[in-house]
């Protein structure tokens, strides 16, 4: 395997991971910014990892 794939495989892994263990939360953050943008408000979304 090169070394982009092993990349790839690895970064999808961890996608995988984040989404089977964190999706509740994404789903409620997902919900109040948009809640807040539709009533005019504003976000500041911003991270580094």
Sequence with gaps: MSAAEE???QT??????LRDTQMDAI???AA???ESI???GLDFL???G
């Design 7 to 9: 990349y790839y495989a």
């Design 12 to 17: 999808m892994e961890r996608l995988q991971r």
């Design 27 to 29: 789903d409620k953050a």
């Design 32 to 34: 109040i910014c948009t």
């Design 38 to 40: 539709a009533n005019g």
């Design 46 to 48: 911003i991270g580094a």
